[in-house]
């Protein structure tokens, strides 16, 4: 696919899913309210790192889709994947970096605005999205790439950052 179309649906597709999942649900569920579940002295200190997570996971899923238009010569988007398989950037930490990116989201603000129900939100979250990943993409990927994918799967974690890239 050529970068200026595959640019085009990965806006639309960045909007669609990840803006659902990580912007639109967050805020169906607290209107973003600020609660106080915590002592004052102890809610400073959990907003900032909440804004920190929100802010990391935005920079997160804006990299990945990027690198998927640029480096993968395609989108996240399952009709028009990707022709080449993408490992550059972030992805050679971990091999989920935009589900991750919406993961710090949906748990930054739940820490930012003191809401629970967030963390509930993410905890029932993660159950769809890892088994799309293990039931649809880690086979799809394997199809396509073969070795390659089996190579950098096998060296990167899924979920959890390594701390040195990944260097094939």
Same mark, same amino acid.
């Given at each position: 696919?050529?970068?200026?179309?595959?640019?085009?649906?990965?806006?639309?597709?960045?909007?669609?899913?990840?803006?659902?999942?990580?912007?639109?649900?967050?805020?169906?569920?607290?209107?973003? &309210?600020?609660?106080?579940?915590? *002592?004052?002295?102890?809610? +400073? !200190?959990?907003?900032?790192?909440?804004?920190?997570?929100?802010?990391?996971?935005?920079?997160?899923? =804006?990299?990945?889709?990027?690198?998927?238009?640029?480096?993968?010569l395609?989108?996240?988007?399952?009709?028009? *994947?990707? &022709?080449? +398989?993408?490992?550059?950037g +972030?992805?050679?930490? =971990?091999?989920?970096?935009?589900?991750?990116?919406?993961?710090?989201?949906?748990?930054?603000?739940?820490?930012?605005?003191?809401? !629970?129900?967030?963390?509930?939100?993410?905890?029932?979250?993660?159950? !769809?999205?890892?088994?799309?990943?293990?039931?649809?993409? &880690? *086979?799809?990927?394997?199809?396509?790439?073969?070795?390659?994918?089996?190579?950098?799967?096998?060296?990167? !974690?899924?979920?959890?950052?390594?701390l040195?890239?990944?260097? *094939?």
């Amino acid at each position: 696919m050529r970068r200026t179309p595959a640019a085009v649906f990965s806006a639309v597709f960045f909007a669609a899913a990840p803006g659902t999942a990580a912007v639109l649900v967050p805020w169906l569920i607290s209107r973003w &309210e600020v609660r106080d579940p915590l *002592p004052a002295w102890l809610m +400073l !200190p959990v907003r900032v790192a909440g804004v920190l997570l929100v802010l990391a996971g935005l920079a997160v899923l =804006v990299d990945a889709f990027v690198r998927f238009v640029v480096e993968g010569l395609g989108t996240p988007l399952p009709a028009a *994947p990707p &022709e080449r +398989l993408v490992i550059g950037g +972030l992805y050679r930490h =971990v091999r989920n970096p935009m589900y991750v990116g919406v993961f710090a989201a949906v748990i930054g603000q739940a820490m930012l605005f003191g809401d !629970p129900w967030l963390l509930a939100y993410f905890a029932g979250l993660t159950i !769809p999205v890892w088994s799309f990943v293990h039931w649809y993409e &880690e *086979p799809t990927l394997r199809a396509k790439f073969g070795a390659d994918y089996d190579q950098y799967r096998a060296r990167v !974690p899924g979920w959890w950052p390594r701390l040195h890239p990944y260097r *094939p």
